[in-house]
């Protein structure tokens, strides 16, 4: 079996690190990968976007499965112009991976099917959604329809916020043309929880829950990130919650994919906030969430690559999934300045050590590998991952792996796993 994997960030490098752990699998590729990635695969240099670079590289080295990991190939039909090569492919198809690349279609389908959201208007002209801000409640969240890396949600305190949000969103166009059309929406107050759900379109697998730390300071201060930390299990989705969101947020969104004939194959990920009304979506990825793999993966027992075929099958069903009891934490160590300005380059010490403790793994996000050392090459630069009996135990032993580990301006959150 000869995988290559599309992206190269930390969640690309537990992908890989899962795959790799099946006796069947002879050879992986990642595209563009990353410094860790290199230990387990070999990286190639063709961007995650490269639609027609990805298809050839896929055809002259005989590779028997894609996965597509991040959200942009995946909206821009990077599963479908695989599949009509007749190369196989996992993840889902550009009309179902439309869930996460327009907020506007994600909240429609919502409301259509009674699919628990915050309230919302779509807009797709400046003028109509400042005259609509003029008479509503804030705080307000303004969100641009299209992908935007994560920062195309603004949560406004006042009309004087909001309605620079819609000008910077619409008409300056801060996030291109994913700012063609907004949504305006209800803010609502309570935890995040992430639940990630392996589904063929029938059979909806939930993976086991996590919570992400979006602020780039501790106490959930400072600038939004592409995400500080993660711990699994969360603390407060009870068994009583996870049902209630089966019956009424996982089943009716597929039923609904289905009802819309967009069949979601894939990873379907749930960014649920608990209300004091109950669960409800606050959107949808077609997609692994980065850090959240970081810490859903090392917990599961069965094999990833089964799960993948199965999916692509259609017979999840006939798979059994199964999950370490023990909790996984994961902390991100990042550049100084990020997520604004930073500088690479830095030599990175300490990853071996870190890792010879048992049960701590170190996830690559930006680095570098060269010469036998590792330099810092991003923003995000490793998720220090460690598992243990109890969340605290892992907390305690994810800080140990990072106190290891040394680069210039290493800039990370210390309170992650405490929510
Ligand atoms: P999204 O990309 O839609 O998940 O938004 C990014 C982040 O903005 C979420 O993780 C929340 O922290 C926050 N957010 C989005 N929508 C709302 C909302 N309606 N009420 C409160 N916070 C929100
Ligand atoms: N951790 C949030 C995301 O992957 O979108």
Redesign the pocket.
Known sequence: MRILVVGGGGREHAVVWKLAQNPSVEKIYCAPGNGGISSLAQCISIKATDIEGIKAFSKENNIDLVVVTPDDPLAAGMVDELEKEGIRAFGPKKDAAIIEWS?SFAKDLMKKYNIPT?RYEVFDNSKDAIGYLSHQKF?I?V?ADGLAL?K??I?AQNFEEAREAVYSIMDEKTFGEAGNRIVI?????GQ?VSILAFTDGKTIVPMVSSQ?H?RALDGDRGL?TGGMGTFSPSRIYTSEIAQYCMENIFRPTVNAMNMENRKFKGVLYF?L?LTDDGPKV??YNARFGDPETQVVLPRLKSDLLEIFNAVIDERLDEVKVEWDDRAAVCVIMASGGYPQKYQTGYEIEGINEAEKEQDIIVFHAGTRFENGRYYTAGGRVLGVTAMDDTLDGAIKKAYEGVGKINFKDAHYRRDIGIK
């Open positions: 907020k915050a705080p969240v969100k994560g195309g949600v949560i929406e209800e803010f609502l107050v995040e992400d979006k939004n960014g906030i606050l959107e």
